[in-house]
T-cell receptor, first 109, second 113 residues
């Protein structure tokens, strides 16, 4: 079993739709959680950190469920510019970091 | 401008010919790391460095070497490249460790024939 698992997609949704991704992790000692965005052939960039209390940044909401060991990302009112691959990232120590293989999202007009 | 700079961006080489991919950051970050990204496998950590002269293996270190003689630089060395090292490579840096935002270089697309 992979340490961090994501549904690879692709998710193909119309503009304006709400879309949600989940990511599960296997190490219960994991400490830090992030969502990164990666555009085609570009470097990953931080979208948002995920806190225990959940956090929201505009149209994006991230949640952490420690009991079930998953994190989620919700995108509301999706835009064409949201088309990208979304990477779930989990850190279990100061040095150990695991990237999920990513979920591809495609927004259609 | 705060950035992580990798060179070269693209490289085609032959099996067995030693090569170095450079990585430099100007943010005074302690933590630096190298990843390779392959279709369906995501980013996998090759090596990381918590600070100058401190390096350690990641998940896929075989066939690679690194050094950290200065805080800003973290070169990746392939002593004898093989075709299975054809991949997209990213260097990243962050303050202190993995609980902080990682800043990535633009990537190096390496092809070994």
């Amino acid at each position: 079993r992979k340490e961090v698992e994501q549904d690879p997609g692709p998710f193909n949704v119309p503009e304006g739709a709400t879309v949600a991704f989940n990511c599960t992790y296997s190490n219960s000692a994991s400490q830090s959680f992030f969502w990164y965005r990666q555009d085609c052939r570009k470097e990953p960039k931080l979208l948002m950190s995920v806190y225990s209390s959940g956090n929201e940044d505009g149209r994006f909401t991230a949640q952490l469920n420690r009991a079930s060991q998953y994190i989620s990302l919700l995108i509301r009112d999706s835009k064409l510019s949201d088309s990208a691959t979304y990477l779930c990232v989990v850190s279990s120590s100061a040095s150990k970091i695991i990237f999920g293989s990513g979920t591809r999202l495609s927004i259609r007009p | 401008e705060a950035q992580v700079t990798q060179n070269p961006r693209y490289l085609i080489t032959v099996t067995g010919k030693k090569l170095t991919v450079t990585c430099s950051q100007n943010m005074n970050h302690e933590y630096m790391s190298w990843y390779r990204q392959d279709p369906g496998l995501g980013l996998r950590q090759i090596y990381y460095s918590m600070n100058v002269e401190v390096t350690d293996k990641g998940d896929v270190p075989e066939g690679y070497k690194v050094s950290r003689k200065e805080k800003r630089n973290f070169p990746l060395i392939l002593e004898s490249p093989s075709p299975n090292q054809t991949s997209l490579y990213f260097c990243a840096s962050s303050f202190a460790g993995t609980d902080r935002e990682a800043f990535f270089g633009q990537g190096t697309r390496l092809t070994v024939v």
